[in-house]
């Protein structure tokens, strides 16, 4: 119990499916999610009916070549995250993220040909999108860092009011000693610049690859040339945020850890309930 536990504690961590494309919020990618992100940046594009033909036309041939994995047909990972040594995650890490490049190509090669589909003043009001989402993001970021700095003050007695733990997602139903806020608090800082350098490769990665799928010069070759570059970069990142989740897990005592997989075993009951 304790290792599917960990196990799928980590990987709903470390987002193994969300490598390649700019993904919606989660703990990880729906195998079709990227095409609802495509609908919503064309969005007040104005297409023609030609434009809108050829378009579902590239997307279903997508799909066609590219089903929809069922629901229990996604493998649980065989390794146990509790034991697991730096070695053994990273190479659990790069087998995941290779076995997964074939769709993200596809993936990418679907945004370059939508975007071929448009005119000029389309992708100019696409880039301009970019830019307005990327100023967005950033003012987003700088007001959570100064909500952060706001609460580390009140953790730290220096501003007036009752101190409030933390919410842990992955702890979520699960009550926390002041001990253990304490010891998550040291860990999440502890984690903090490595975690701020990571992000910022993943997000230059993330950059490249718009820039590439928006190029005449997109192609399998360039697309792999890529991949190769940032690989190092994308592995040594999720092997550090699995690391960080697993010495957080480890915090927790046995019965918590037991409550956390009923509660976990019960959403996924629940979520069964509602799959396609």
């Known amino acids: 119990m304790k290792k599917l536990l960990i196990a799928s504690v980590a990987v709903a961590a470390i987002g193994l499916g969300g490598l390649a494309l700019a993904q919606p919020a989660g703990p990880g990618m729906r195998h079709h999610e990227p095409v609802k992100e495509i609908v919503k940046h064309l969005r007040g594009i104005s297409l023609s009916d030609a434009q809108r ?8 041939a997508f799909k066609d070549a590219n089903p929809r994995p069922k629901f229990g047909d996604i493998e649980k990972p065989n390794l146990d995250f509790a034991s697991a040594t730096e070695a053994q995650i990273s190479a659990f890490i790069q087998t995941q993220i290779e076995e997964r490049e074939a769709t993200h190509f596809a993936f990418a090669q679907l945004r370059h040909d939508i975007y071929n589909v448009l005119n000029e003043e389309q992708q100019a009001t696409l880039l301009a999108r970019d830019a307005k989402r ?20 009140r953790m730290d007695g220096e501003v007036k009011g009752p101190k409030r733990k933390p919410r842990e997602f992955l702890f979520e ?10 010891s998550l608090t040291e860990l999440r800082e ?32 360039a697309w792999d040339a890529l991949f ?23 915090v927790l005592s046995s019965e918590q850890q037991a409550k956390l997989e009923a509660l976990r075993e019960e959403e996924r009951k629940l979520r069964e309930i509602f799959k396609p």
């Open 173 to 182: 139903g699960i009550e926390l000693t002041d001990e253990q806020v304490a």
């Open 53 to 60: 033909e050829e378009i579902k036309t590239l997307v279903s």
């Open 190 to 221: 502890s984690f903090k610049d490595t975690s701020k350098a990571n992000r910022e490769k993943l997000r230059n990665f993330k950059d490249a690859q718009r820039d590439l799928v928006r190029s005449q010069s997109f192609s399998q070759d």
């Open 134 to 153: 990327e100023l967005d993001r950033q003012k987003h970021h700088d007001a959570f860092a100064k909500q952060e700095a706001r609460f580390a003050k």
């Open 228 to 250: 190769a570059q940032y690989k190092d970069d994308l592995v040594n990142a999720k092997v550090e945020k699995a690391k960080q989740y697993q010495a957080m897990f480890q």
